[in-house]
């Protein structure tokens, strides 16, 4: 009989970035295929998962303002990058028979459900993987914060931030190969430290709900369900 899941509710968080494999742009269907057999190995377990995707593997709103653009214009292109990454990473939950349904922050109802608080719940208890898609639906937030803002909603357990890398480091690991890497962290030291694995306000928010980040590698399969049942390799933010 395997351990009982350490958290029961979780907030998954998968970067555009996790998406897109090493094509340099654009989703890899079999590197969205691997987390979707991770997703299912946490369901498998009983935990309840919602997944927040991001969209930097198709675009920003900082390269529009970057180019003299309209931030807020490019922040709305940015947050339909996100929808087009939920429609994919559903596609590979649906084909392994895993019932998923695509929540969007910006109403494209010919396309799938709009958020709300009471949908989200009821599809999670009936043991559906709830995509949200479309971020916090407005510009100038990034999907670190939609994950932060849906775990708070949610009464999610955990955020489960998948990353590049294996943990949290002293400093990016991608730059600094000499950074040391920490076990364990309190919301506060990552503040304090300006370690950028995650923006400020996803960590503020985090922090004000008392909502531990567990930070790990998408890259080993396996991970998610490892660490749900007791070990596993990450780095854990969480109050002291
Ligand atoms: N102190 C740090 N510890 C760990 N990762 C860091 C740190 N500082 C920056 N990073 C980078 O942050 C990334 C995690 O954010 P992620 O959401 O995957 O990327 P992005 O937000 O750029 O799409 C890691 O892959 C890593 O390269
Ligand atoms: O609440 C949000 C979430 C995202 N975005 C836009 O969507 C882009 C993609 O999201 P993000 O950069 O967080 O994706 P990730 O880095 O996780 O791939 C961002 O750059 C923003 O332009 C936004 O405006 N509001």
Redesign the pocket.
């Known amino acids: 009989m395997p351990n009982a899941p350490v958290y029961k509710k979780i907030l998954l968080?998968a970067?555009?970035?996790?998406l897109m494999g090493k094509q340099g742009f654009g989703i890899d269907v079999t590197v969205a295929d691997r987390i979707a057999a991770d997703i299912a190995e946490a369901r498998a377990m009983g935990v309840q998962v919602g997944v927040v995707v991001?969209g930097?593997n198709i675009f920003r709103g900082v390269a529009v303002a970057s180019k003299g653009g309209d931030r807020v214009t490019g922040d709305h292109m940015g947050m339909l990058a996100t929808v087009i990454n939920a429609l994919a990473l559903a596609t590979s939950l649906r084909k392994l028979g895993i019932n998923t349904e695509v929540l969007s922050a910006i109403a494209m109802p010919e396309i799938c459900q709009s958020f709300s608080q009471r949908a989200a719940l009821h599809h999670l208890e009936k043991g559906r993987v709830v995509i949200f898609a479309g971020g916090t639906g407005n510009p100038f937030f990034?999907t670190?914060s939609a994950a932060a803002l849906r775990a708070a909603e949610l009464g999610a357990q955990a955020i489960f931030?998948?990353?590049?890398?294996d943990?949290?480091?002293?400093?990016?690991?991608?730059q600094f190969p000499d950074?040391e890497r920490y076990d364990e962290l309190t919301h506060d030291e990552i503040l304090d430290k300006g370690?950028?694995?995650?923006d400020v306000a996803a960590v503020a928010l985090a922090r004000e709900n008392s909502i531990p980040i567990i930070?790990f590698s998408i890259h080993e399969k396996g991970q998610l369900a490892a660490i749900l049942g007791g070990g596993g390799t990450a780095t854990i933010v969480k109050d002291a």
């Open positions: 968080k970067s555009g970035e996790a991001g930097g990034t670190d931030k998948a990353t590049q890398v943990g949290i480091y002293s400093a990016d690991p991608k950074a370690l950028a694995v995650m930070v």
